[in-house]
């Protein structure tokens, strides 16, 4: 099945109850971004993690986390000591994923000042109807 879009994989992402569709849906968490991208070097703990992503709560953490496992993009390891030590590392999946939204985050980080432009610029021309 073809989308119309050229989509040699059978799935079409516009359905609402394709199952890429709900992949799509996980990605669009900044949060999910974030981690995954944080993980792309190499193994973590929960507190380096939540260090790294400021502003992140634990309890997003967590579910992020969680998301992330049961999505097969990351590996958590448990070590048994006391305390115990918990550890996340992305899987081949999840690193193939990185490589992709790393050059998301460098696009971000390099178009940045224009987007504060545009928005800035929208502001003053529509007299503050636009969020900056």
Not at 61 to 89: A, K, M, N, S
């Amino acid at each position: 099945m073809d989308s119309g879009d050229g989509s040699p994989f059978g799935y079409d992402a516009y359905r609402r109850t394709c199952a890429s569709h709900t992949v799509l849906e996980m990605l669009a968490s900044k949060w999910v971004y974030l981690v995954v991208c944080a993980l792309r070097k190499g193994r973590l703990r929960n507190g380096e993690l939540a260090r790294k992503l400021e502003g992140i709560t634990p309890k997003m953490l967590t579910q992020t986390l969680r998301v992330l496992e049961r999505d097969g993009l990351v590996r958590r390891e448990i070590f048994p000591v006391i305390p115990p030590r918990v550890e996340y590392e992305l899987t081949d999946l999840g690193q193939n994923l990185a490589g992709l939204l790393n050059q998301i985050r460098s696009w971000s980080e390099q178009h940045a000042p224009d987007i504060k432009e545009a928005r800035a610029r929208a502001a003053a021309e529509n007299e503050g109807d636009w969020a900056a």
